[in-house]
């Protein structure tokens, strides 16, 4: 099989696997223990905080089970620690499910929610940003990348725009961290990344963040500085550790985005969704008429595996929040697919795609 | 274009007549120790300014963090080094002046032309890579006679070397300067402190600290080496001795009523503190007492505990308060480490009423059934001395 959902979940990497494998046999102990084996765990793990944060350029990290508990303690971390300072909160319609539920639920709780508009290529505008900020907006909740077009937000603006106001600033990098570098002048307030996007495991995670005050939304022993209460997993601590230092942008991304892009649009009724300004490891692109459920099944005959839009909203029946909002018209929404490259994809993957897809487009139009 | 050096100067050391080559052969020494744990560094010592070399940047980044730290420089500044070409110079002036804050600043460049092969005048490179600045930063106004930010730009047979950012030094005296004393170091508060006081003065330190295994704990003893790797940034490395003190504690605990037993812990220390001192030909013993914070720091308990020594005690922070001392500690960076909840030897075996005001003829009549001698001589000799800062081992490596 040809894996091209990069963009859902990744292949471990054979050295985080190692490490996963090794601290699980010989730092078992809890960290928290005061014996020997303890210590030995803790100083494993504290070794594996560093080495984010400096890979990250944060000033604090947090271990989690992924990028969906990384952004739901970040939103509802600052939000209940900023309450008496503002109720508002400002983030972007394209956001990820776990952003779009978590406001949902603040908003019972009385928060405000703005959500940006965006369009045709799923950017939002800073002039919006600009008015929908008020006196009492305690944060801005952005992806750098979107996860199903790759659209990717001017973060280094955005951060422009809020410095020296009181707004905190969050950026949900998983899918971005490893292949985008976040230039030091857009360092958020706080970072979401996750694992298994970059070749490491899923069920590991991290919110890092720079000193501000955060609320726990976890309670427990304490753990995590008390924001994240629970025995902390040395094992994927060190694994998503691995598997951050092993990420790194691969040129050729461009090059085989590109040539993609020449080869869909030969197609007759065939549209590519991405803008060009888009990260170039996801390329979403449409077929006119066809469900994107059929794309995806016919490429998987021929041993090649894409998705629908994304993974998380590929299975209810709806067209993805995304598709939506950008306005793509009717006859292509429902036949969007998602092809997302990673660290294993290979020249010869693409030549199969491409090969892949023209039996399926002759068979189906 | 490569920050690969800083140049350091000297400040008051340079005024201190016949012993200023001792004094800035002790800076050379203490900051060759104090990076001795990352291995890229060269340093070069001058009459009146020292160069500090490294190709690694994460070292130089770990030598911006320490520098201001050491005590003897009065300021201290990064060198920019690229290639003889007006392009090159041009583009790392950019880089070297985006460093530094701009706000309303003035400004000026100043070129040494060392190398006269190089094909352009003083006053043409002058005016080619001020410009070029200025357009960058519109923000700055060009000012002759001493301006806020001065480019220097000096361009030599190997290279062109470019600085503008002045760091302030801790100034004060290298340490060393002012003789070698004995810091009792318990994992507190306080004892860091008073530590930092005497290096400022220029005292070198040795550090003695007593574990009391099973009671303390391996956290509690890594505890007071973070404190001792703190106390080795300001520039010079400690010895940490580590007494092991558990027989001796239970032996007096064994011997004296109870109330007298934190007076008569003391003096053990204060004896064991004493061979120490000779060992390292130290000239005193310096503690972190503050008069009237616990029982043990009344005029009364000093005067017993002080009965057993003849080396001048110093105490930095007897008239100091607690609040006086916490700021200071959060400066230096030692109070993160020393609230950390571990027992360390003088909270365990606490007497629920110790007494305020012992006094000296019965605390000795009390020791002298037995006699603790040969276990002090046991404690001082069964010592780990464990060397800070210490050279970093990352044994995660191949796991991280």
Request: net charge neutral; glycine share 6%.
């Amino acid at each position: 099989m040809i894996y091209l959902d990069n963009s859902a979940t990744t292949k471990p990497r054979k050295e985080v696997l190692e490490t996963f494998l090794k601290v699980n046999e010989q730092y078992y102990a809890n960290p928290a223990s005061l014996h020997q084996m303890g210590n030995e765990a803790e100083d494993l793990l504290e070794n594996a905080r560093q080495q984010i944060k400096r890979i990250l350029n944060m000033k604090n990290v947090i271990f989690t089970s992924g990028g969906t508990e990384s952004n739901n303690l970040a939103l509802f971390g600052v939000a209940h620690a900023n309450r008496q300072r503002g109720k508002h909160i400002i983030s972007s319609e394209t956001e990820h499910p776990a952003i779009l539920n978590s406001l949902k639920e603040l908003e019972k709780e009385g928060f405000e929610i703005t959500l940006l508009k965006v369009n045709g290529a799923g950017e939002i505008s800073l002039d919006e940003l600009k008015n929908a900020l008020r006196n009492d907006t305690i944060l801005v909740s952005l992806m750098h990348v979107n996860n199903e077009i790759g659209t990717i937000h001017p973060i280094v603006e955005v951060k422009a725009l809020l410095k020296g106001s009181r707004v905190l600033l969050h950026v949900d990098a998983v899918q971005s961290v490893g292949k985008l570098q976040l230039s030091p002048e857009a360092t958020p307030d706080l970072l979401t990344i996750s694992g298994h996007k970059i070749h490491g495991l899923k069920g590991s995670g991290a919110l890092a963040f720079n000193q501000l005050e955060l609320a726990a939304v976890q309670f427990g022993g304490g753990q995590e500085f008390g924001l994240r209460s629970g025995t902390v997993s040395v094992p994927h601590a060190a694994a998503l550790a691995k598997a951050l230092r092993l990420a790194e942008p691969n040129p050729a991304f461009a090059k085989w985005n590109q040539e993609l892009r020449s080869f869909f649009s030969e197609f007759h009724g065939v549209k590519i969704v991405s803008p060009e300004t888009a990260a170039s490891h996801i390329l979403a692109v449409a077929v006119k008429g066809i469900k994107g459920e059929i794309l995806v099944s016919g490429l998987q005959a021929e041993s090649v595996i894409v998705s629908t839009s994304s993974a998380c909203s590929s299975k209810s029946k709806d067209t993805s929040h995304v598709i939506e909002a950008i306005g793509l018209s009717r006859e292509y929404k429902d036949g969007v697919m998602r092809i997302s490259f990673g660290a294993f994809t290979t020249e010869e993957d693409i030549a199969s795609l491409k090969e892949a897809f023209k039996k399926t487009y002759k068979l189906i139009k | 274009m490569k920050t690969n050096q800083i140049l350091v100067r000297y400040g008051e050391l340079s005024t201190k007549g016949k012993n200023r080559s001792s004094f800035i052969g002790r800076l050379r020494d203490n900051i060759r120790q104090m990076f001795a744990d990352l291995d890229s560094i060269r340093v070069k010592a001058e009459r009146d300014r020292m160069f500090i070399f490294t190709d690694s940047e994460e070292d130089m980044q770990q030598i911006l963090e320490r520098l201001p730290k050491v005590f003897g420089i009065q300021s201290f500044s990064p060198v920019t080094e690229t290639a003889l070409t007006i392009e090159a110079m041009q583009a790392a002036a950019i880089a070297v002046v985006d460093k530094i804050n701009r706000e309303g600043k003035t400004f000026k460049v100043n070129v040494n032309r060392a190398n006269k092969d190089f094909p352009h005048e003083k006053l043409e490179i002058m005016q080619t890579i001020g410009s070029s600045v200025l357009r960058n930063f519109p923000e700055l106004t060009v000012q002759m006679k001493k301006p806020d930010i001065e480019l220097k730009v000096d361009i030599r047979e190997n290279g062109a070397f470019l600085m503008a950012e002045v760091i302030q030094g801790a100034g004060g005296l290298p340490v060393g300067a002012g003789g070698k004393a004995l810091l009792m170091l318990s994992g507190g508060i306080d004892s860091p402190v008073a530590g930092y006081h005497m290096l400022k003065r220029g005292v070198r330190l040795e550090l003695i600290h007593f574990f009391s295994p099973p009671f303390t704990n391996d956290r509690a003893k890594e505890k007071v080496f973070d404190l001792a790797e703190k106390l080795s940034h300001f520039g010079s490395s400690v010895n940490l001795h580590v007494i092991p003190f558990t027989e001796l504690q239970l032996e007096v605990h064994k011997q004296v009523p109870d109330n007298i037993t934190m007076t008569s812990t003391r003096r053990m220390m204060m004896k064991i503190a004493d061979l120490v001192l000779a060992e390292t030909k130290s000239q005193a013993i310096i503690t972190g007492e503050s008069l009237g914070q616990v029982a043990s720091q009344t005029l009364e308990s000093l005067n017993a505990i002080n009965a057993v020594t003849h080396s001048p005690v110093l105490r930095p922070l007897i008239a100091a308060d607690k609040l006086e001392i916490i700021e200071t500690a959060q400066k230096i960076g030692t109070y993160d480490i020393s609230i950390r909840p571990f027992e360390d030897c003088c909270t365990i075996f606490t007497p629920a009423n110790p007494k305020t005001k012992p006094k000296l003829e019965k605390v000795e009549y009390y020791e002298n059934f037995v006699s603790f001698d040969e276990l002090i001589q046991q404690a001082v000799q069964n010592r780990e001395i464990i060397k800070f800062p210490r050279k970093k081992e990352n044994k995660f490596e191949d796991l991280l």
